[in-house]
């Protein structure tokens, strides 16, 4: 059996060899390719992502689906070389990983997200499967819906601030918390000397949804990302993996 839990690097036999040493869980992250202000590349949210991604699956002894990428990220359209998918179509492929997986005989799916546009979508796609399959024993847990996304961000962000990046915003974006975990991951792609503070104060995700990053922040930046440095990185990739492992656990009842 191949070392890695990536479906994407493994072959065919590896895959069967893990089906029959008893993996039967798969995650599946949705992902995006949007603006992450000017110090961050369009990839910031699949890098996390693919980090996130990999470490739960190792901690739930499971395999990682390819990370979905764009996602549903309308309010960042105004930056260029943003990409988005309609909530729609991000619920059907993750509906169609399911349905392309079942049949191989995994019978457990964990969708999460690395980035706060596809939360209500994510949940949508769980609720839909769990009708299709319910019957079947096929088990669907998410990490959905706008108070899971709140709570992974007070996570990040208590981290960050512990370690000397304190930040006051409701919502983070190219903050201190992803500029450290971009760091902490591909140093090489984080311009330095564009690096700037954004928006910070008082916003609920509705009117983010509604008005677009653009209308609330110039450089698309959401909190101070001036403090960062990859040791934090590193300390908040770590405490996202722990609490979405824990959430995992709970729905499932491990």
Do not use: K
């Not at 036999?13 to 599946?28: D, K, N, W, Y």
């Amino acid at each position: 059996m191949s070392r890695s839990v990536r479906l994407e690097d493994m072959t065919w036999p590896e895959v069967q060899a893990a089906l029959q040493a008893g993996v039967r869980t798969v995650v599946v992250v949705a992902a995006s390719t949007e603006q992450h202000g000017p110090h961050l590349p369009l990839s910031t949210d699949a890098l996390i992502a693919e980090a996130v991604g990999e470490r739960v699956a190792r901690h739930l002894g499971a395999l990682l689906a390819p990370v979905i990428r764009p996602g549903c990220s309308d309010h960042h359209l105004a930056f260029p070389g943003s990409l988005s998918l309609s909530p729609g179509l991000l619920v059907e492929l993750l509906a169609s990983y399911v349905r392309s997986l079942v049949p191989h005989g995994f019978d457990t799916f964990v969708l999460l997200s690395s980035h706060g546009g596809n939360f209500r979508p994510l949940e949508d796609a769980a609720r839909r499967l769990r009708d299709e399959y319910g019957p079947t024993g096929v088990r669907v847990v998410a990490v959905a819906r706008d108070a899971a996304l709140m709570d992974m961000m007070r996570e990040m962000v208590d981290v960050a601030a512990r370690l000397g990046a304190p930040q006051d915003v409701d919502a983070i974006h190219a903050d201190a918390c992803e500029t450290s975990i971009v760091m902490h991951l591909r140093p090489d792609l984080v311009r330095a000397d564009c690096i700037e503070a954004g928006f910070t104060g008082r916003l609920d995700l509705d009117t983010l949804f509604r008005r677009g990053l653009r209308a609330i922040t110039a450089n698309g930046v959401l909190g101070d990302p001036r403090r960062s440095s990859a040791e934090i990185g590193a300390a908040v990739l770590d405490r996202l993996v722990d609490h979405l492992v824990d959430r995992v656990r709970a729905q499932l009842g491990a």
